[in-house]
């Protein structure tokens, strides 16, 4: 194995191991560590036909002393079962979902990359419906499986700031499948990812569906605004993704910098209050967001080349958490025995 860990960017990489289990007849077999990165299934499967299928994403993140934690992955368990309700799928249960995780992580511990060099391991659990079935209707079979690659940024940029475009389509509808983490949503999110990408944008975000005035996520993160007088804000919204990163913000920032913490409207028209803006998730952690094209205009935050100095605290504190640096909230750190 050759892997420059400061070279990483976020891409696939095959590793030795991945967990496999199926769901049959009602219920879940025990579950499998496997080489073979292959799904074998049927073409009939409703997750080809109908995207019946969902998705987490986490990571793990090697420490100082040479352990390896895994932040909140209660959570991601947890969301996975609301985004498999969501879609008439079978719920994975929490402990399952926790020891499927652990057990991947173990098997490939040697790509958990080194303390320091700023690269982490993600894990991608997916469940699937497959097996034979062509009307629509939920499938009569289920897998599931965790697999995982060592990654880096997400954003060329990592604390850089990067730009963003507002997007004139819409990723999800008001009472739609914005809230779950399906794979629909970034089908469509990928026309206009690509022509964010071909303006030179980072990507694009998406304003609320019904009105178009008010900003409410990135598209694979949540959005965040510092304001000029210390609040941080981020958009509430029940077509957003409840990103972990998000909420774990929210706490930190009030808990840990003193800031007034809120959920609540980012009105695309009055991004003057913000002195500072970011996007958050697993992947992007947090990434400073530079400008925001809207239209004819081009609103600057902090800078377009440098993190602004809340940005910065709140990429410190929560990423010390993770590697281990930190005091961690309680219950925030999973450690991999
Ligand atoms: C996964 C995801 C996020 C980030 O959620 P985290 O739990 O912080 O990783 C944000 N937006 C969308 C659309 C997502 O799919």
Redesign the pocket.
């Known amino acids: 194995m050759s892997i420059d860990w400061s070279k990483l960017g976020f891409e696939y990489i095959k590793t030795p191991f991945r967990y496999l289990s199926y769901w049959k007849d009602g219920q879940w077999d025990e579950g499998t560590l496997t080489e073979d990165s292959t799904l074998h299934i049927s073409e009939a499967s409703a997750a080809l036909h109908y995207g019946q299928q969902c998705f987490?994403?986490?990571k793990a993140y090697r420490r100082k002393d040479g352990k390896i934690n895994l932040f909140r992955v209660d959570?991601?368990a947890k969301?996975l079962q609301r985004s498999a309700q969501r879609l008439l799928m079978p719920a994975v249960p929490v402990e399952k979902f926790i020891d499927a995780v652990k057990q991947v992580v173990k098997a490939n511990a040697d790509y958990v990359p080194p303390y320091g060099t700023g690269a982490t391991l993600y894990l991608r659990p997916l469940l699937i419906g497959v097996g034979d079935n062509i009307g629509v209707k939920p499938a009569p079979e289920y897998i599931f499986t965790v697999f995982c690659m060592p990654v880096g940024p997400y954003f060329k940029g990592g604390l850089t700031p990067t730009n963003f475009i507002v997007s004139d389509y819409d990723?999800a509808a008001p009472q739609g499948t914005?809230a779950a983490?399906v794979g629909g949503?970034?089908a469509a999110s990928l026309l206009p990812g690509h022509q964010a990408h071909e303006h030179q944008f980072s990507d694009c975000i998406y304003l609320d569906p019904e009105t178009h005035t008010k900003i409410e996520?990135?598209?694979?993160?949540?959005f965040f605004g510092i304001t000029k007088d210390n609040q941080f804000i981020t958009p509430k919204s029940p077509s957003?993704?409840?990103?972990?990163?998000?909420y774990s913000l929210l706490y930190l920032a009030k808990e840990r910098l003193g800031l007034e913490a809120i959920e609540g409207d980012v009105k695309i028209n009055e991004l003057d209050r913000f002195a500072e803006a970011g996007a958050?998730?697993?992947?992007?952690v947090i990434s400073p967001i530079g400008g925001i094209q809207y239209k004819d205009n081009f609103h600057v935050f902090y800078s377009e080349t440098e993190v602004g100095p809340v940005t910065k605290a709140l990429y410190e504190e929560l990423t010390g958490i993770q590697f281990g640096d930190k005091p961690a909230p309680e219950g925030w750190i999973f450690e991999v025995e």
């Open positions: 987490e994403g986490l959570e991601n969301r990723r914005g983490k949503n970034y996520e990135v598209g694979s993160a949540n957003i993704l409840p990103s972990i990163t998000k958050c998730g697993t992947a992007a």
